[in-house]
């Protein structure tokens, strides 16, 4: 049942990073500059971000199961309608009511993961991203691939259908006995981990949450606009940037020993030695590497395993871990909102960067800059030293 729910977020991530693929067509088609189109790549993080918090909650009151159905139902309804988007206005709209249904699939699943496997949270949060590596290889090389035979539009068609698809999927094979299963705070007090916070507002959750922000600048300032570097500033085809994108796909397919070595080892001072590679690896991509397609790809790999597999694995899982098993759903929504609402504005920052700057200061500053301020603050993230139960 949980492979099926898993299947589902590959779905999730091929829409995510479809766009960024596309982006250099719609703002031809729409006739926008790049701090416009680099807004739309990035806007649905602000859908995902703002619904976050309110869908933890929703969570109290709803099945999960039925929540990452709903989901499901809205991101792949507004990626069919973005073929149809006129002007920047409904494309914006669009692009936002996408990250709503993103984040409240996103949510109901590390709700589902982490209180089920309860002895295994930073693999099952971890296997999430591994899935969402899957779709993240997917989308950019099957958009392309469309994109090539067809236009701009039909992409977005096709992954908007494909939402369909899973619906029925998990519909008839996740039961309630899985999904729905409850911790209670009795759990709590026989458990093994007492040193944890009752609240989501505590110091540690709150901490790891800010370095969370800056992670997703960097992370979402890559996929907004590379993809455009690649194909604007570098030359590259639309196949050959989505083959360059693919590979940051490929790094966060070893999420699962991320969230493993971060359950083996202090998983802030793996935060910190990740995302100072990911510094290193991101603002190396912006200096345009020669030109050369497969150093572009041997860094966006080394930039995905860093920052995918072991920065979002352990910051979602930290989180998470930083509080009561019962505060999951909770946990989950404060990290999808630190993650996604600053992430919303991560292109079009980027886009005004470039533009005052040009492409390398630019992506340096951003990517390498802000990776540098999360490191820090991961590594200032302390334990509890009280259960407060």
Request: with cysteine.
């Amino acid at each position: 049942m949980f492979i099926v729910l898993l299947l589902s977020y590959v779905v999730n991530a091929m829409d995510r990073q479809l766009f960024s693929v596309l982006a250099p067509d719609v703002r031809k088609a729409l006739a926008l500059s790049v701090p416009q189109v680099g807004l739309a790549a990035t806007m649905f993080t602000l859908g995902i971000g703002l619904a976050g918090l309110p869908t933890g909650y929703l969570l109290g009151r709803m099945s999960r199961k039925n929540v990452a159905i709903i989901g499901v139902i809205i991101f792949s309804a507004a990626t069919y309608l973005t073929a149809y988007a006129e002007a920047m206005p409904d494309l914006l709209a669009y692009r936002f009511v996408s990250g709503l249904g993103e984040s409240m699939q996103l949510t109901a699943l590390l709700a589902i993961g982490t209180t089920y496997f309860l002895e295994h949270r930073a693999l099952a949060a971890s296997s999430l991203n591994f899935t969402f590596g899957i779709g993240a290889v997917i989308g950019p090389n099957l958009g392309a691939a469309i994109l090539n035979a067809t236009q701009w539009q039909t992409p977005f068609i096709v992954f908007g259908w494909l939402g369909a698809g899973v619906v029925i999927l998990v519909m008839i094979f996740v039961k309630p006995w899985f999904s729905e299963i409850k911790v209670t705070e009795q759990t709590e007090i026989n458990g093994p981990e007492q040193d944890v916070a009752a609240s989501i507002w505590a110091k540690t959750p709150l901490t790891l949450a800010l370095a969370t922000v800056f992670a997703g600048l960097a992370i979402y300032g890559y996929l907004g606009l590379y993809p455009t570097y690649l194909r604007e500033s570098l030359g590259f085809t639309p196949r050959q940037a989505g083959l360059a994108v693919s590979f940051y796909g490929f790094g966060a397919l070893l999420s699962l020993f991320g969230g493993w070595l971060g359950d083996k080892i202090d998983y802030r001072k793996l935060l910190f030695a990740a995302l100072l590679a990911a510094a290193i690896a991101g603002g190396l991509l912006f200096t345009g590497l020669d030109k050369s397609l497969p150093l572009h790809i041997a860094f966006s790999f080394v930039f995905g395993i860093a920052i995918s597999a072991m920065v979002y694995a352990n910051l979602s899982a930290g989180i998470i871990k930083s509080v009561t098993r019962a505060k999951a759903s909770f946990a989950s929504g404060l990290f999808v909102a630190s993650l996604y609402i600053p992430a919303a504005f991560a292109g079009y920052l980027l886009g005004h960067l470039k533009e005052a700057f040009g492409w390398t200061i630019g992506g340096i500053f951003q990517i390498s800059g802000c990776a540098v301020i999360a490191a820090i603050l991961s590594i200032m993230a302390t334990k509890s030293r009280k259960p407060v139960i």
